[in-house]
DNA sequence: AACCCTTTCAACCGCAAGTAA
DNA sequence: GTTACTTGCGGTTGAAAGGGT
């Protein structure tokens, strides 16, 4: 048996929501709070819209103290360093900025900072330096890993060789299921840093930059660590 | 002015996790 | 423990806007 559909949806109105729907959500939200069930809550006021929509609406655009566009060099750099470091777990990355939504950090990564960052052009000493240092070259010195890192997950690594289906640090092939030291402190598989599944994640190269803003992520626990 | 291509971003989709019965 | 349902998330889509020719 297959899922049952949250909603039908032959009868709801999907696209753009006009401002008259926008009205009616916010100041039912605003007056009673959601109720804890968002797929009632469009009956309740009169919205053909799937209790799904409602929320992302809500979430994404209607919520007090959304910030859009606009962002600073300080949210670049810290987007930045988070991507780095824990991939594209947006709903991390945004906690970590007021105000701002997953999906509007998923949507600047993804359109502007992604080209920014790979094109070298961030103005950071740290991430020109790093990337100038490990220019997706197939040849990464070790010496400059352990400067900016106290350890490296496969995302991360993923990310910097972007792409690339293997590559050897100070000459050593790293390939497939083969283990390797990279920092004194654990092992990192060639499988491993490939597919990005290490377990371990690390000090991001870039977190000196930001007064320590991330030193420690727990992948089992859902949180950034400030230390 | 008209067309085409690229970029942006709001919204949708499907899946996994969480939770109540 | 199982099932049904809701919530939250990341990936993707597509319409609109912008820019170039």
């Given at each position: 048996m297959g899922r049952a559909p949250c909603c039908d949806k032959a009868n709801v109105k999907r696209g753009p929501w006009s401002p008259e729907e926008d009205a009616k959500l916010k100041a039912y939200i605003q007056q009673h709070?959601?109720?804890?069930n968002w797929i009632s809550l469009p009956q309740k006021i009169g919205l053909k819209r799937c209790g799904k929509s409602c929320r992302l609406r809500w979430l994404n655009y209607l919520r007090p103290n959304i910030k859009h566009g606009g962002f600073s060099a300080e949210e670049d750099e810290i987007i930045c360093s988070l991507y780095v470091s824990i991939g594209s777990r947006w709903s991390v990355i945004a906690a970590q900025l007021p105000g701002r939504t997953d999906n509007d950090i998923k949507n600047y990564w993804n359109t502007r900072l992604k080209k920014k960052l790979l094109g070298n052009k961030l103005q950071s000493p740290t991430v020109n330096n790093f990337f100038n240092q490990?220019?997706?070259?197939p040849e990464i010195p070790m010496d400059a890993l352990n400067s900016h890192c106290s350890n490296l997950d496969g995302a991360n690594m993923q990310h910097i060789l972007e792409g690339q289906s293997s590559f050897s640090l100070q000459n050593q092939e790293i390939g497939y299921g083969n283990p390797k030291r990279l920092d004194g402190m654990e092992f990192l598989h060639g499988d491993d840093i490939v597919n990005g599944t290490s377990s371990d994640l690390v000090c991001p190269p870039f977190a000196s930059e930001y007064g320590g803003i991330l030193q420690h992520y727990a992948p089992d626990q859902d949180h950034i660590s400030m230390l």
């Open positions: 709070g959601t109720g804890g490990n220019p997706y070259s």
